[in-house]
């Protein structure tokens, strides 16, 4: 049978954009924002994202493309000696990632089921019933359940392939994520509290970044890779279903930019409501988000419905970028041991189920899952290829990303450099940093 593709040029960007946007951009990034002191991170992300995630998301496109093989097949296609082995990096990454990201995306549904059943009163009498609230959402039993149904969402979409499943998935999923996130930006504007947490958010204190560059250069490294769903295979995938020669550097931009202009925009969202509740953005840590956030949705106006709405969002988002770390190892089965896609998406999809189990039993999984995933694997991940399209095969790189494009001149040049150096010594310094905490 021959390998499927995409049955649009726009089908492979929206997925690849809801790939990216997701949990990162909406869970993480202001819980590591209000870590690293605000606007100084913003900044440092920023440049991160232009600087070495533009020409990685590349960097995996042409490996895709040139290859129209899964990771594991791709790098052995193209390596030799270890490179061969490093696409396995890849399926360990996702088996990963996509186990406590379906945790923690089960907790996203179960908010937004607690809205339309009770309202988040019950979590904002105070502090410790917020607390209270969560730890019950997070842990036991109701974790496990909303686990479960997000991975079998996961599951259903990938099995049902890449045209009638993922594509038509994104197709939905993602123009919804973009109305939701503007209503609810929109709506934070009308806050009165907005001022102040614009101000927070925007205006970037130098001193910050000098003190605590040590800290905010890993993060916000990690951070980038993380949100462009970069270091584990996921662009190498979808590109490997391209079926066609096109402008990658215009797809690459596009994606970047969304996914950028969406976790900006969530900015816009998150911190007025925490502002108007009278909290400031700390850093409480993963669960933070679930418990200031249900506080301001008892304090702000309608705030039930607004509750309501951002967590659907937030499901939706997580889930179009879950697929896409399940088509990663799926596309392994098919592609490397012939095996029949609904089979492979759900055995495997049981599999990483069953690895998220410990986190619904204590949070301090998550952490040592989140850590390891995004400050090594993906970086490392990253590293690799980077070194690997720069150093090993740079001419094969260059040739396959003109192809839809033309002779690219000297910004062929400019890209293969920026893959040989920036990536590489941020990677190493990110690497030395984190290390050393
Ligand atoms: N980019 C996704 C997000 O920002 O939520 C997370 C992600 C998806 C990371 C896929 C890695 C990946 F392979
Ligand atoms: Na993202």
Redesign the pocket.
Known sequence: MARETWATRFGFILAAVG???????IW?FPFITGQEGGSAFLLVYLLFIALIGFPAILVEFVIGRRTERNPVGALRDLGSGIWQYVGWLFVIT?FV?LAY?SVVAGWFLRYMLIGITDGYAAGAADPEAAELLFGSVSTGLDSLLFHAIFMAFVIAIVAAGIRSGIEVAVKVMVPAIIVLLLGLAAYGFTLDASTEAYAYYLSPDFGVIAENWTSILPAAAGQAF????LG?G?MITYASYLGEDRNLAEDAGIIAGLDTLIAVIVGFVVFPFLFAAGLSPGDGGAGEIFVSLTAAFTEIPAGRVIGIVFFAMVGIAALS?AI??LE?VTSYLVDEWNLKRVPAAAGLGVAIFLLGVPVTVDLIFLDLLDLFADGVL?VLGALLLAIFVGWVIPEVARDELEQGIGDLGGLGTAWIWAVRVPIVVVVFVSLYLGVLD
């Open positions: 790939s990216a946007v997701g949990l990162g951009n993480r996702g990632i990201y993380f949100t462009l769903s584990m996921v970028s896409s770390i990663v993906l």
